[in-house]
């Protein structure tokens, strides 16, 4: 997603679309939203701009209710050009840009009437995460870079610090030299989801590592002028959530994790294998970094491997008649039914 987006219409209109949506962007900011939020809200609106402006409106105020309608039934039949339709999350995003706006219009007299006051969002699908690996799978991938090369070194810190802290990867991306506090074994994430800032803990494993790479791999890196981000690109530049994402699909492939997800499998994995060590889910949800318990909780639909160890134990039908517990269809069974689940599921 661009970080600005031309909104169609007279930029020398004061009421005309680019200015409306400039000064919105700048009061989001004042409010202290994100820029990565406030971005998509811009592009959000662009979008209706660009559809409004071609039908010949290029005014907020000269903007209807039928008109609102009609542009949400033209997102609900629009086709990408790979033909599939926008997902119901897309629609809802672009709607809920559009009623925040007009909210504000007519908060500010900028619009007599709000539009989109009454305007039904679509239902979005309740998300699930994905399942995440095993430490045995965990291990298969982390013996993956070639530890001979700088970018290899560099890649297995990257993955460790996944493991470890559970991080996002556009969290990991902006992550500076100054925000790991090995001694304490403490992280800061200065740009979490929603601009929120949080601590997490990393573990030793993967400060060893960290203390590796910034000896041996990073130096050799770093171009002038270093502004301390801490993971690098082979051309000194700071890595991007999409290179991130595409090493850690490489990294998987080859460790044969065929399972959708890349770096959020990391961070689902974490917050499984936490779950079945015993955590608290309201841990898990600082350690996440969820605004709302209930998304936290849909943890628990994944952490299964406690859950089947008690089955063994105490279900009589998971016994055989001969008395031997049963072999891996139930494993198999367990897989294909968070398979279900994943296919239902986006990442958070």
Known sequence: MPAKHVVAGDSADVEGMPASVEEFCAHLARRGYSPKTIA??????????????????DRPRDVTRAMVERYQAHLLAYRQPNGKPLTVRSQMARLVALRQWF?????????????????????????????????????????????????????????????STGVRASELADLAIADLDMPRG??????????????????????????????DSRPQLAVPPDDGRLFL???????????????????????????????????????????????????????????????????????????KAVHQRSHPGARSEAGATLDSDWEQQADALLAAIDAEGDED
Not at 124 to 150: C, F, H, K, N, Y
Not at 208 to 215: D, Q
């Open 103 to 163: 909210a504000w219009l007519a908060r500010t007299h900028r619009v007599l009437l709000n539009p989109a006051s009454d305007l039904d969002l679509p239902r979005v699908p309740r998300w699930q995460p994905r399942s995440g690996m095993t430490i045995g799978e965990v291990e298969r991938v982390m013996a993956e870079p070639d530890l001979d090369t700088i970018t290899g070194l560099r890649d297995r810190t990257i993955l460790e610090v996944f493991y």
């Open 233 to 307: 690109n082979d051309r000194g530049r700071p890595l991007t959530a999409k290179v991130l994402t595409a090493m850690a699909r490489k990294y998987l492939d080859g460790a044969g994790i065929t399972r959708p997800g890349a770096c959020h499998l990391f961070r689902h994995t974490a917050a499984t294998l936490m779950l079945e060590g015993g955590a608290d889910i309201r841990y898990i949800q600082d350690f996440l970094g969820h605004a709302d318990l209930n998304t936290t909780q849909l943890y628990t639909h994944v952490s299964i491997g406690a859950l």
């Open 186 to 215: 403490v992280m800061a994430v200065r740009y979490g989801k929603g601009g929120k800032p949080r601590m997490v803990p990393i573990a030793e494993r993967a400060t060893a590592w960290c203390e590796k790479y910034l000896l």
């Open 40 to 57: 998509r809200y811009r592009v959000s609106l662009a979008l209706f701009a660009d559809w409004s402006t071609a039908r010949g409106v």
